[in-house]
């Protein structure tokens, strides 16, 4: 089998079990998922990061010898999660084309200094999850400490699986798109696939999530499948079987990045000419805006009186608020524009006020 290189498929899909459990549950998944044609790597974990001590921790050594036998079984290369040197010892012993770091140790650079230092000069290509935590410097620190051990940027790739936060929501991590867009922006050759499955925590969001990354130009995917999702040891409410999952992989559009028809270009950029100007009278009301407030900070300043006035602010808010459903905008929205405005007023006020 040729080397298996990141980047050379575009969309890269993976796909395994979310944990290698038995030696006949890790080769039937992986032969199911190989014969729906549309997995190029498959996936398992045999070390797994357990949030809560007394579950199952996957179950190892083992585990690397079954993988080593679907790849074998079916041609298509295999990858693993590594957290410490010895995991990628094992996984290059059995010669695992792809290792990937998974969200509990991108939070820690000493575990993964300790990866990037045993996987330096073997030539298996890396994947790096975002951190747990929305930190974007700690998820580029990871890429940093992969490519200062010399392995080239062509073999380190990301993986967006969402956010962990405190509190209920539609999906178990929050996929907070803007942050994986600065990741993009900060390494814009590097490919990015998206785990809806880590994200959704269920199977009833996995299109939804796909569908979204495909728009949003990512280079793949990694999902969970499972022979038998009712029964698996680790993440049962989020895993599909291998049908389900080729279904899930042929519903999504991959759509153009652009197309060169004349109708379409000319609408485009006659569109595009209306957010400029738009653009601009916006934000050139917000100067206007936040140069008043320094005038109130004067006024105030002169009269002695503080910069918070709760009572006024709470009018203003319930006054646009109130205007959501006419202005065609929805209240969460209007909120975060509305908190972001009083934010910089204050610190308008404030500069003019105390300094
Ligand atoms: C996994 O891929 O099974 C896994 C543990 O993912 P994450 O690190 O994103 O939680
Ligand atoms: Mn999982």
């Known amino acids: 089998m040729n080397k298996f290189k990141l980047g050379a498929k575009r969309p890269l899909i ?19 998922l190989a014969e729906t044609g549309v997995v190029d790597v498959l996936r398992a974990g045999v070390w797994k990061p357990r949030t809560s001590p007394g579950t199952f921790e996957g179950v190892g050594l083992k585990g690397l010898a079954w993988m080593a036998e679907a790849k074998r079984l079916t041609g298509l290369p ?19 084309d792809l290792v990937w770091i998974g ?21 298996v290509p890396v994947m790096i999850k975002n951190p747990m935590n929305p930190d974007i410097d700690l998820w580029a620190g990871a890429v940093k400490r992969f490519a200062a051990v010399g392995i080239p940027m062509d073999d380190i790739g990301l993986i967006h699986r969402g956010f962990s936060y ?17 990741m993009r922006s900060r390494f814009p050759e590097t490919m990015m696939i998206c785990d809806p499955s880590h994200m ?15 728009d949003l ?22 895993q599909l079987v291998p049908a389900e999952l080729e279904r899930l992989v042929r519903g999504v559009n991959w759509r153009r990045e652009a ?34 407030s320094e005038e109130i900070g004067r006024v105030k300043k002169a009269n002695d009186v503080a910069i918070l006035q709760s009572s006024r602010w709470g009018a203003i808010k319930e006054r646009i608020l109130s205007q959501a459903d006419t202005l065609g905008l929805g209240r ?16 308008r006020q404030n500069s003019v006020m105390n300094f």
Request: glycine share 6%.
């Open 14 to 32: 993976i796909s395994g079990p979310c944990s290698a459990e038995t030696r006949e549950q890790t080769l039937d998944t992986c032969v199911k």
């Open 166 to 182: 405190f509190g209920q929501q539609r999906y178990r991590n929050a996929p907070m798109w803007p942050l994986a867009f600065e």
């Open 332 to 347: 969460e929205f209007l909120n975060d524009i509305l908190e972001a405005i009083h934010l910089e007023s204050i610190n």
């Open 200 to 214: 959704a925590g269920t199977t009833e969001y996995l299109h939804e999530l796909s569908q979204s990354a495909a």
């Open 78 to 96: 295999v990858g693993v999660e590594v957290a410490t040197a010895k995991h990628v010892e094992s996984a290059l012993e059995f010669e695992i």
């Open 217 to 238: 130009r990512y280079d793949g995917l990694i999902v969970e499948s499972h022979v038998c999702p009712a029964e698996a040891l680790s993440d049962a409410g989020q």
């Open 259 to 292: 197309a060169d028809d004349p109708g379409f270009v000319k609408a485009l950029d006659r569109f595009r000419d209306q957010i400029d100007q738009i653009d601009a009278e916006l934000f050139s009301l917000l100067g206007r805006r936040m140069s008043i």
């Open 103 to 123: 969200a509990r140790t991108t939070v820690s650079p000493f575990a993964v200094q300790d990866v990037a230092d045993a996987l330096k000069g073997s030539g």
